[in-house]
């Protein structure tokens, strides 16, 4: 096996098509989950669209002893060339309501990672960070170069302090490698409809609730608001094809390997706005399948516009996203069938 990359929250969304870019690359990705917000079934999946058993370890990252051993087992079989760092809870929403829990995995997994890495020699280190660092932009498009605001959210916090954690470790004289990468708003599936999003209960996020809703699984979809200072007065939000986003982790681990000690964000987004009424009317033109919605109430703690500017990633990268929003809506779609199936 060569080039072995570990892959933690391996069996989750971004995850999961990760593995199947760096396969794709060739890399061979060692997956670890802890299943507390991914089924196996994503292994299943993976499995098919690989045409290999990836190689997989059931760990929860935040528990440091059983973490430790999971790598010395990966160890005992190969060398390692690197770490992309997923396993995270992510519901906005959730983490003001629990923010202890989000705290103690979130922040817990990936000091413990890092001192695993410092103990079994690893240098290079993919950060899977999010644009809510950026809290409310001041500017829009927002460059990596735009100041760090006060989190909208725990989880927001979270991703926060763990990228001051790697960077205060790659300062620290380790000779570590790291980058940021800060995800705009990922949605879609694989174009095989093998492995895709699958949010456990009450979808938070727009796409899956969007798909549920479309396919009649439930209530018409509430739009949160729409008298922000937009143009139809909805809020904008840069939404990019998971395919894309999981295109750039290896784009990042390629670059790390020829840098010397380092911890650099990059925006990884499409660099284009679409309101939610856009997004509603694009999924339509492009499965041709109504979308039941409403009007309500805006949601607390989102903020108005956001998108990237990914000058950054590609020059830097050399990576850009190449998927359209109809693209990444229709794969979401027949991801949400293959899941009724
Ligand atoms: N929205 C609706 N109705 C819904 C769900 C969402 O109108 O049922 C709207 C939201 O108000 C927002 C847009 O759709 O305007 C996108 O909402 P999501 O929940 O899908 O995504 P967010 O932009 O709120 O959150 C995303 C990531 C977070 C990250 C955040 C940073 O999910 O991990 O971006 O801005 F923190």
Redesign the pocket.
């Known amino acids: 096996m060569k080039n072995r990359v570990i892959v933690t929250g391996g069996a989750g969304y971004i995850g999961s098509h990760t593995a199947v870019e760096l396969a794709q690359s060739g890399y061979t990705p060692v997956l670890l989950d802890n299943f507390s917000n991914s089924t196996p079934a994503a292994l299943d999946g993976l499995r098919e669209i690989l045409g290999f058993e990836p190689e997989f370890e059931q760990v929860d990252c935040a528990d440091k002893s059983a973490l430790f051993a999971a790598m010395e087992h990966i160890a005992s079989r190969g060398t390692v060339e690197g770490i992309i760092h997923f396993a995270a809870f992510?519901a906005?929403g959730e983490s003001t309501q629990e923010p202890l829990k989000y705290y103690a995995n979130n922040v817990a997994s990936t000091v413990h990672l890092l001192e695993a890495a410092a103990h079994f020699n690893l240098t290079e280190f993919v950060f899977s960070s999010?644009?809510?660092v950026y809290g409310q932009p001041e500017h829009i498009p927002v460059d990596e170069e735009a100041p760090i605001r006060r989190a909208e959210s725990p989880?927001?916090y979270t991703k926060q302090a763990c990228e001051r954690i790697l960077a205060d470790f790659c300062a620290s004289g380790y000779p570590m490698k790291a980058a940021l990468l800060r995800y705009f708003?990922p949605i879609g599936a694989h174009p095989s409809s093998k492995i895709g999003e699958l949010p456990l209960g009450h979808p938070?996020?727009?796409?899956p609730?969007l798909t549920q809703a479309a396919a009649g699984l439930r209530d018409p979809?509430?739009?949160?608001?729409n008298d922000y200072p937009t143009p139809d007065g909805?809020?904008i939000?840069d939404y990019i094809h998971v395919m894309d986003l999981a295109r750039a982790h290896v784009a990042a681990l390629q670059w790390l390997k020829n840098q010397p000690p380092t911890c650099e964000p990059f925006n990884l987004g499409t660099g284009q706005g679409n309101s939610?009424l856009e997004v509603i009317q694009a999924f339509e033109r492009a499965t041709g399948v109504a979308v039941p919605h409403a009007i309500g109430a805006r949601?607390p703690g989102?903020?108005t516009a956001?998108f990237a500017d990914a000058t950054k990633a590609q020059n830097v990268l050399g990576w850009t996203s190449e998927k359209t929003l109809e693209e990444a809506l229709l794969d979401a779609w027949n991801w949400q069938q293959a899941l009724n199936n």
């Not at 938070?204 to 796409?207: A, E, K, Q, R, V």
């Not at 979809?221 to 608001?225: E, N, S």
Request: hydrophobic share 35%.
């Open positions: 992510k906005v999010s644009c809510t989880y927001g708003n938070n996020n727009l796409i609730y979809l509430t739009v949160f608001g909805t809020c939000r939610v949601r989102d903020v956001i």
